[in-house]
């Protein structure tokens, strides 16, 4: 799956799992350029990543490399870009951007043009190779450049792939912020578990494992939401009269309003990071 040399723009969580995923996978160490404007970051860089190259520099790892994966905050995305253009002019690699809210056009016109730009929205559990990434390519990028941007990021999970960019931010709202969705689920149940008197251990325990089942049924049984919902929800049970109360209260409503608020700040910051650019 080597596609040459594969910088990385910051050292931060999302780039060693993309790292450690490459490697695991079987990518030359050799391979892997990452910079980093922190010593202790880069000292632990290299003792995580042996044979890569760590180094200080955004635009001499940037010179090495066939890709350029941009892993740094949204705010300060368009400070580290625009020093790069020179040098990104002259080499054309593939840039990945896996920084949230922050569009392509905006982020090739940082790098002076006419440049392959994919933009990636992985979500946290890509830490522990577990995660789901959403992939956009501009129609600058070619099919040889897309399969090598997938190779590259589905070494922390799998990755779907829309078609359009603005999908990026209902990815975002949905897998970018799920995680949390879930932790505050877990949350919510261990805690009445204890109120009603189990203790927190084996809450949690209880909790943690109904969610990994419910999550491989959900993967492996091919059935609906909705059917298997029904296979628990027994007429008059214990789930019904759960789900009524729900019902009642518009849960679903409700939780669908959080996403799309989720969603529309998604668009809110490419909003700001594109006016910002400007000044």
Partial sequence: MDYGKVAFIGGGNMARALVGGMLAAGYEPGHVLISDPVAENRDSLANEFPGAIVSDSNAEVVREAECVVLAVKPQILSAVCKPLAAAVQQTRPLIISVAAGVRSNDIDSWLGGELSVVRVMP??????????????????????????????????????????????????????????????????????????????????????????????????????????????????????????????????DIFSAAVIAARDRAVDLADQAHENSQD
């Fill in 123 to 252: 979500n946290q559990p890509a830490l522990l190779r577990l995660g789901v990434s959403g992939m956009y390519a501009n129609d600058k990028t070619s099919k040889q450049q897309r399969r090598a941007a997938n190779n590259i990021v589905s070494t922390t999970g799998p990755v779907v792939t829309v078609a359009s960019e603005d999908d990026i931010d209902t990815v975002t709202a949905v897998s970018g912020t799920g995680p949390a969705y879930f932790y505050l689920l877990v949350d919510m149940l261990v805690n009445v578990a204890v109120e009603l008197g189990l203790d927190h251990e084996s809450a949690l325990a209880l909790v943690l494992e109904t969610a990994r089942g419910a999550g491989e049924m959900a993967e492996q049984s091919g059935e609906s939401m909705d059917t298997l919902i029904a296979r628990v929800r027994s007429p008059g049970g214990t789930t019904a009269a759960a789900f009524d109360h729900l019902d009642a209260h518009g849960f679903r």
